[in-house]
């Protein structure tokens, strides 16, 4: 879990980025070149429906947050930006 | 040639035996409840069988002491026993959890260094499905345990139809085991779709599947073989069908193709049109996915009339075994002349078009089907019949 | 059933051909994995080269697969190419059968790793679903747009022979007009702890199939190969696959050689001795490969090799304290007819007959 101190939104989009591409084993991107605004399912770095569920663990175990359902993990996981800034709301102080 | 099913035997939550089942079914008790056979986090609702028989031999896995229930009560239902070591004995069976080694206290062990005990490796060596079954039943010829997932039970029952006709034995035990277990429970739940409620196939509401565990097992034998015994058997295994999604490892086809494909071979093997059909025991675990697919496949192939149900809201989805469990059933269905209802279900999904049974229903026909989708993208359909090929090599259709 | 296309991946590489320059080549070492803290020892071990396993082409929609899933793809699309059979995705004229004694367990193990690690609500939904038996077939398939029936089978004694008459059965009923047919085993640290508790290891790395010992040595070895097999009328590149006995049975007609599967994974070889002293050259390449469950499967592909080639290769490792009839020297040679010969752990025996 994290340090007491609330993490910069900055600082959780560098995170992501970096989980996003070990976690899911992404080929041929670093976590530098991946777009905060691009999409992250089908167009933009192409990610599936198994990568949305292993997201959905990522955060609960980096972040201890809980996404509930499909309806709301569509919404959040956009780009990495919609997915920092969930995060970054919904983290404690 | 024709290949007979003359015995069937079942354990599940839903009974100890095939007897016990249909009672539950026309009762409609759905026997879900919290995990008690090992200790998790996990809340989700499970449909475990408790005990079974004593205590096992020699720390027998509960795959095997199942798998070993069912196939007992198959054999004395086609009526073999000691004459079994006249016939060369084919032994295939599904599974997922037996075939892994999952010991979690062995692992445990083994990543803090401590003395780990051989007498997991040594039960896990011993424990390939078919063979421990083979060795339990004594018999001799072919075995294979089948590990596809979703569809082992039903493919393994096909492998056993290629077997018969193919010579390479006399009489086949073919169906599917599994034991309720933390890992797949874990696994399941990582994906997303276990159910936090009890599973509701093809309902408008459904929200996913609930594990369960069981054995189903059909004995098979060529008519020649059932002559010789002096058998007249009522039901046929008439047809098998299978197909690869190559599409994606943990979600089914959309377009449901490969569904298709499958259901459309067993028909061609047994030689039957849409309408020859009178019921589908269906693969419905309780997805959304996976019961929109095969729903629009149903309609596509069968129309909207066609009966159908999901057994799954009885026994959970019982994993290796599924595929074993639902050709009992609609073989048992097919010898009793009814189909349960189909448990769980109230609202249909306007996705999906059909309705499964809401009651106890008759049914009159001579050929029933039973569709397995796996994890993998395989498909498969069984296709079990009252009644034979007649010498032309078409069905038989005599009365209705 | 004739062998019409080969694919293997191993620790001396990857493509029938490779397999064909260590058949001439003869013994090398193994690797080395790193000191156990249990046994103080490092473990000699044929694995297979991370190099090997790499090619962005045919794996390219396999970024989260594990090494298991690879070997096996990799296989099997090179003995689809090599059979220069076309997969016809509408009439989907293909079958997959894929056995494995042990299945993906190294990745099996990384996810008992995330339930104590992380707790049963946290684990990795991608290592689940790649710890599964049949998630390398469902990758084969995938790679080569192959929509036929498709199954994954396990057994500890005979999966691959198993695998071979079921293949048989599904091109005689019409399932199918050709099968793909193979094996894949991995090793990792979880294998090699459970290899030092239950073999003998040979230390030096070297196999000795012709020792008949009834305590014989080990060397753990990885890797795939996969056959592809087409009906009586189809392409027969390599051989004929003639035949599959089990229950100690066999033909009458004596083959040219004998191929043994005696490798140390079974704990008493003491039984390779009677047939291997019958009047018939012995051979075993074992030594080339490592101790797998699996390993007819390569020891097949050897003898078609030898079969289309009509050349018989020197035994790796010649060590004959018998005295029996070995092959020493790597010759052309008119060659009919070869056995391979597998006894289980429980004495059991199958015989795989090949013809030219």
Redesign the interface.
Known sequence: MQSQEKKSLEEIRKELKELLVV?????DITPEEIEDDGALFEEGLGL????A??I??LI??NYGLEIID?EQAREIFLSVNTLASWVHDNLGD | MNVAITGIGAVSAAGRNLEETLDTFQQGNRNVGAVSLFSTSLSYPVFEIGEIRGEAPDGEMRTITLALCAVEEALLDAGLGSDLPDFRVGVCLGTTVASQLNDMDFYRNYRSKEPVSIRSIDRYLKGNLAEAVGRAIKVRGPSVTVVNACSSGADAIGVALSWLRSGVCDIAIAGGADELSQVPLCGFGALGILSDSICAPFDRDRKGLNLGEGAGVLVLESEEVCRERGKAPLLYLSGYGSAADAYHLTAPRPDGSGLEAALRRAMFEANIHAQDVCFINAHGTATPDNDKIEGSVFRKIFGRDINFLSSKGFVGHTLGAAGGLEAVFTAGALREGWIPASAGFVHQDDEILLSPVREKTPITGRFAISTSLAFGGNNAAIVISRGPMNESGAQDRGSA | MNVAGIGVVFAGGRGIGILEEALRAGWSPPSRGEVSSSSGKTMPVYSVEEKTIKDRAVLKNMRRADRFSKMAVLAAWDAVKDSRIAINQEKASLGIILATAFGAQVTAFRFLDEIIDYGDANVSPTLFSHSVHNAAASYVASALGNHGPTLTVTQFGFSFQQALILARAWIQEGRCENVLVGSVEECGAVMEFICRQKLEIAEDGRISPFEFSPSPLAVPGEGSVFLVLSGGDGPKRYCELRDVFLDHQSSDAAPDIRILDADGMSDDETCYQEIASQDVMIAGYSPLFGSMMTGSAFHCASAALMLMNQTRYACPVQDNPHGIRLCTSTEQKKLERIQCVKYSCLRERAVIELER
């Open positions: 976690n899911l084993a992404l080929e599936d429906s198994l990568d569920v292993e959905v663990v609960q175990r499909e």
